[in-house]
């Protein structure tokens, strides 16, 4: 098991720059990937950046060139950095951990933490 706690997030101004903050903790050893997704109303959670353990980084389209994304394997944790906030990034943003045993897979989420840009 692998738990995940947020921080970070609340409301912004349009154009400002935000970080969300990661910590895992439990069975971490076996986490392969880390990340962030998020979801707003009435839509599927959707990517916005993962981070394999190899370094291989996957940034959604629509953040790619303002955000950064930083897993930091000593601390456990994993940042994330956005910038030139538009009113679309207003969303829960979910802190998600991928643990690979053998064979197997298993996937693991924050409690999710809200950001709200206002225009």
């Known amino acids: 098991q692998v738990q995940l706690v947020e921080s970070g997030g609340g409301l912004v101004q349009a154009g400002e720059s935000l970080r969300l903050s990661c910590v895992a903790s439990?069975?971490?050893?076996?986490?392969?990937?880390m990340g962030w997704h998020r979801q707003a109303p009435g839509k599927q959670r959707e990517l916005v950046a993962e981070?394999?353990?190899?370094?291989?980084?996957d940034y959604a389209d629509a953040v790619k060139g303002r955000s950064s994304v930083f897993w930091d394997m000593r601390k456990n944790s994993d940042d994330l950095q956005m910038r030139s906030l538009k009113h679309e990034d207003t969303s829960v943003y979910y802190c998600?951990?991928?643990?690979?045993?053998?064979?197997?897979?298993?996937?693991?989420w924050g409690q999710g933490t809200q950001v709200t840009v206002s225009s």
């Open positions: 998600h951990a991928q643990e690979r045993v053998q064979a197997a897979t298993w996937d693991y």
């Open positions: 981070q394999s353990n190899g370094g291989f980084i």
């Open positions: 439990g069975s971490i050893f076996g986490i392969t990937s």
